[in-house]
């Protein structure tokens, strides 16, 4: 399919009549993966997506694989020229699918799971127990316990009244629990009010004053292995010195418990690391890794990474197609089949998602203004407004970065059955979930006396 001919990528592929100032040219040339092509229209990783959207309908996710991979590879990468090698726990509640989960596998990664739900996906994925750190502030009795039989690598700690129940937990099943606390370290990071982590109102983690005395008295608990700390101070981060005021304030302490003889050895960094929706630049990885190098000095710590969202958004769509436009005195609509029941994100966050045309003629066309809005009866099921040519009824659309929180995150409301997801690896789209069918809405419900 390499030799189809791309009228928008690079300069000296470009057709004459595409503007290449506009915004959706913009955004599919920050894309390598993706580009339209004379004939097939918009195709990733070299698949028509057109092709895709015939084949399973629409709406449907569809992800990249070797995106997933060159991301993983270039954090492995770009740590290992600054000389350090964390343990790649991805995040799992990004993007959960079962293929998701072992292509990263893998690559190496393991996983940070929240519930048991995740711990046994990501065991059914073949990543091991060892492998997997354990966060969530309200983990359930079962849950603990069951990790620890299985032998978690990480139980990262929430509070004081966590680590009691864990000690109890571990105890009460002559196991040892290897647990880091979890700092909040009150710094105000993140991309929108809702997901941001580390301030101290926030109800994750531990205070960092409260956390040197739990650390000793975590020591003195039966059942339990203090291994050392953690922190994720929120997502979708762009600034290495946020990252940099939280990681400071827990090396002070590790040094500190270090000094009066109480061994610190793992440091959980967490995740956050932002990507772009728009045409604008990504997370400085390499500043980051840098400034990671340089606060840890010579401390032989082991590293721990979280990221979700940096390895998975880039690698996934929404293609949708358009089924109505509707317009009126005071705005142009365009309606999609796809919805806040599919990608929550901006209802939930006012998040943008960039959003193109599929069809290489479309791309062609001037812009107009226009509302993208999906079926569901909220105001808030409204992707934003947007520059785009004239969308017909029946045209496709792409909603770009939605691979991490986005399949994840999506519900039936609405009666909306869950969007198919395609998986493309090795030159290959896969089918990786069938479209649910409107009968398994109800599948599991129970009507008494009916
Ligand atoms: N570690 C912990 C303990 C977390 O709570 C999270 C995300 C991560 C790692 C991964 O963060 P990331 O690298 O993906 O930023 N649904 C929201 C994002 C919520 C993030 C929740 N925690 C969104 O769509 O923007």
Same mark, same amino acid.
């Given at each position: 399919?390499?030799?189809?001919?791309?009228?928008?990528?690079?300069?000296?592929?470009?057709?004459?009549?595409?503007?290449?100032?506009?915004?959706?040219?913009?955004?599919?040339?920050?894309?390598?993966?993706?580009?339209?092509?004379?004939?097939?229209?918009?195709?990733?990783?070299?698949?028509?997506?057109? $092709?895709?959207?015939?084949?399973?309908?629409?709406?449907?996710?569809?992800?990249?694989?070797?995106?997933?991979?060159?991301?993983?590879?270039?954090?492995?990468?770009?740590?290992?020229?600054?000389?350090?090698?964390?343990?790649?726990?991805?995040?799992?509640?990004?993007?959960?699918?079962?293929? %998701?989960?072992?292509?990263?596998?893998?690559?190496?990664?393991?996983?940070?799971?929240?519930?048991?739900?995740?711990?046994?996906?990501?065991?059914?994925?073949?990543?091991?127990?060892?492998?997997?750190?354990? @966060?969530?502030?309200?983990?359930?009795?079962?849950?603990? @316990?069951?990790? %620890?039989?299985?032998?978690?690598?990480?139980?990262?700690?929430?509070?004081?009244?966590?680590?009691?129940?864990?000690?109890? +937990?571990?105890?009460?099943?002559?196991?040892?629990?290897?647990?880091?606390?979890?700092?909040?370290?009150?710094?105000?990071?993140?991309?929108?009010?809702? !997901?941001?982590?580390?301030?101290?109102?926030?109800?994750? #983690?531990?205070?960092?004053?409260?956390?040197?005395?739990?650390?000793?008295?975590?020591?003195?608990?039966?059942?339990?292995?203090?291994?050392?700390? @953690?922190?994720?101070?929120?997502?979708? !981060?762009?600034?290495?010195?946020?990252?940099?005021?939280?990681?400071?304030?827990?090396?002070?302490? +590790?040094?500190?418990? *270090?000094?009066? #003889?109480?061994?610190?050895?793992?440091?959980?960094?967490?995740?956050?690391?932002? %990507?772009?929706?728009?045409?604008?630049?990504?997370?400085? &990885?390499?500043?980051?890794?840098?400034?990671?190098?340089?606060?840890?000095?010579?401390?032989?710590?082991?590293? +721990?990474?979280?990221?979700?969202?940096?390895?998975?958004?880039?690698?996934?769509?929404?293609?949708?197609?358009?089924?109505?436009?509707?317009?009126?005195?005071?705005?142009?609509?365009?309606?999609?089949?796809?919805?806040?029941?599919?990608?929550?994100?901006?209802?939930?966050?006012? $998040?943008?998602?960039? %959003?193109? =045309?599929?069809?290489? !003629?479309?791309?062609?066309? =001037?812009?107009?203004?226009?509302?993208?809005?999906?079926?569901?009866?909220? @105001?808030?099921?409204?992707?934003?407004?947007?520059?785009?040519?004239? &969308?017909?009824?029946?045209?496709?659309?792409?909603?770009?970065?939605?691979?991490?929180?986005?399949?994840?995150?999506?519900?039936?409301?609405?009666?909306?059955?869950?969007?198919?997801?395609?998986?493309?690896?090795?030159?290959?789209?896969?089918?990786?979930?069938?479209?649910?069918? +409107?009968?398994?809405?109800?599948?599991?419900?129970?009507?008494? *006396?009916?």
């Amino acid at each position: 399919m390499n030799d189809r001919p791309i009228i928008a990528r690079e300069s000296r592929h470009s057709s004459p009549v595409l503007d290449r100032d506009q915004p959706w040219h913009r955004l599919i040339a920050g894309r390598p993966n993706l580009a339209w092509h004379a004939m097939d229209g918009l195709c990733f990783d070299d698949i028509p997506l057109a $092709a895709i959207a015939t084949a399973h309908g629409t709406p449907t996710w569809v992800y990249c694989g070797t995106i997933l991979r060159d991301r993983l590879n270039l954090l492995q990468s770009t740590f290992s020229k600054v000389g350090l090698s964390p343990a790649i726990r991805y995040a799992i509640k990004a993007n959960d699918h079962l293929a %998701i989960l072992t292509l990263l596998r893998q690559s190496g990664a393991g996983a940070d799971v929240t519930s048991a739900g995740e711990f046994a996906r990501a065991a059914a994925a073949g990543i091991a127990p060892s492998a997997m750190v354990f @966060s969530g502030v309200g983990k359930r009795t079962d849950e603990i @316990s069951h990790a %620890i039989e299985a032998g978690i690598g990480q139980i990262n700690v929430e509070s004081v009244e966590e680590l009691a129940a864990i000690s109890a +937990i571990a105890r009460a099943r002559n196991r040892t629990a290897p647990v880091a606390l979890r700092i909040n370290p009150d710094v105000a990071a993140g991309g929108h009010d809702k !997901i941001s982590t580390g301030r101290a109102t926030d109800k994750f #983690g531990i205070l960092l004053r409260d956390a040197g005395p739990l650390y000793r008295h975590a020591a003195t608990l039966p059942g339990i292995e203090p291994v050392g700390f @953690s922190t994720h101070i929120g997502s979708q !981060i762009f600034s290495p010195a946020l990252f940099e005021a939280a990681y400071s304030r827990v090396l002070t302490l +590790i040094d500190a418990l *270090n000094a009066e #003889g109480h061994p610190v050895t793992r440091f959980d960094l967490g995740g956050g690391f932002g %990507i772009p929706y728009d045409d604008g630049t990504g997370f400085p &990885l390499p500043a980051y890794t840098a400034m990671v190098r340089r606060i840890l000095a010579d401390r032989p710590l082991d590293l +721990i990474i979280e990221p979700g969202r940096w390895l998975a958004g880039p690698a996934g769509l929404l293609l949708a197609r358009v089924t109505l436009t509707k317009h009126t005195e005071a705005a142009n609509f365009t309606i999609l089949d796809a919805g806040m029941n599919d990608l929550l994100r901006p209802a939930l966050y006012e $998040a943008t998602h960039g %959003i193109v =045309p599929v069809s290489a !003629i479309d791309a062609t066309q =001037p812009a107009q203004s226009t509302e993208i809005v999906g079926p569901v009866c909220e @105001s808030s099921d409204r992707f934003g407004t947007y520059d785009l040519p004239a &969308l017909t009824p029946g045209v496709l659309v792409a909603i770009l970065d939605a691979g991490a929180y986005g399949a994840a995150m999506s519900s039936t409301y609405n009666g909306r059955p869950l969007a198919a997801q395609v998986l493309i690896d090795r030159g290959q789209p896969h089918l990786i979930r069938m479209r649910q069918t +409107i009968e398994q809405l109800w599948r599991d419900e129970i009507v008494p *006396n009916p």
